[in-house]
């Protein structure tokens, strides 16, 4: 018998319709047509000068909108419209913040944002970190002497500072909890601190919390503890006492 073909499901369309670079005549002489074809759909619309973007926005009527802006501050400053009717209504905000940021129009004041999109560039920072890290231990390894001295050179004039080398043994796991949330790191011989399961890698315990917490600033050595032979989590803080 033969075996049933799987049927794969479309995914569905967000812009379901579009109108783009018409004339703004079209609201005087055809403003009814206008109508039939925005009436009941929300949607983007963006405005230009020519060929040039002069201001995006989001309507739940776009009809009504974009013809306002004929008579509002905006009047005189545009000359043609584009429209693009959204499926759903909970992703427009999204997508106007994303059409603002990437071309932040002379006519719009504020700047689009992305409240739950993580910022990348400390994970991009960390990681990059990494690579050089990584790059230098090959470079010292490979046994080649003169290679190894311009290493060496780099990295005295850069010096890193990571203030757990030698306070904890190496490949030890730290750990934190912030707002009910458990986070965990392990550091490593060298005094690097790699976040689990990220693999963001830190040099202080003051970035790796930062890191986690999403805050500016934050004491790290009163964040993380670390498990003693008994068991007991103890703060990081209580090795530099050990040891000053």
């Not at 315990?205 to 009163?222: C, D, F, R």
């Amino acid at each position: 018998m033969a075996k049933a073909k799987k049927k794969t499901r479309k995914a569905r369309t967000i812009i379901t319709g579009h109108l783009e670079k018409i004339g703004s005549n079209v609201f005087d002489d055809y403003s009814s047509v206008i109508t039939d074809l925005s009436k009941g759909h929300q949607g983007i619309y963006a405005l230009y000068k020519k060929d040039r973007l002069y201001y995006v926005g989001l309507a739940s009527n776009l009809k009504g909108r974009i013809n306002a802006h004929k008579k509002d501050k905006h009047q005189g400053k545009w000359t043609h419209f584009s429209l693009y009717i959204i499926r759903q209504e909970e992703h427009i905000k999204e997508i106007e913040s994303l059409v603002l940021r990437i071309s932040y129009p002379k006519g719009n004041s504020v700047k689009g944002k992305l409240n739950r999109s993580r910022d990348l560039r400390p994970l991009l920072k960390s990681k990059l970190k990494a690579e050089l890290e990584k790059k230098y231990d090959e470079i010292i390894g490979g046994g080649k002497k003169e290679i190894v001295k311009s290493a060496n050179k780099k990295m005295k004039a850069g010096k890193i500072e990571r203030p757990l080398k030698g306070l904890l043994k190496g490949w030890q796991r730290i750990y934190c909890t912030y707002k009910g949330n458990n986070y965990k790191a392990k550091v490593l011989p060298n005094g690097v601190i790699e976040l689990i399961p990220s693999k963001e890698r830190f040099d202080s315990p003051s970035m790796a919390g930062i890191a986690v917490v999403k805050k500016k600033t934050i004491n790290g050595w009163k964040l993380w503890k670390y498990k003693e032979k008994n068991g007991e989590l103890v703060y990081i803080d209580t090795l530099r006492k050990y040891n000053s």
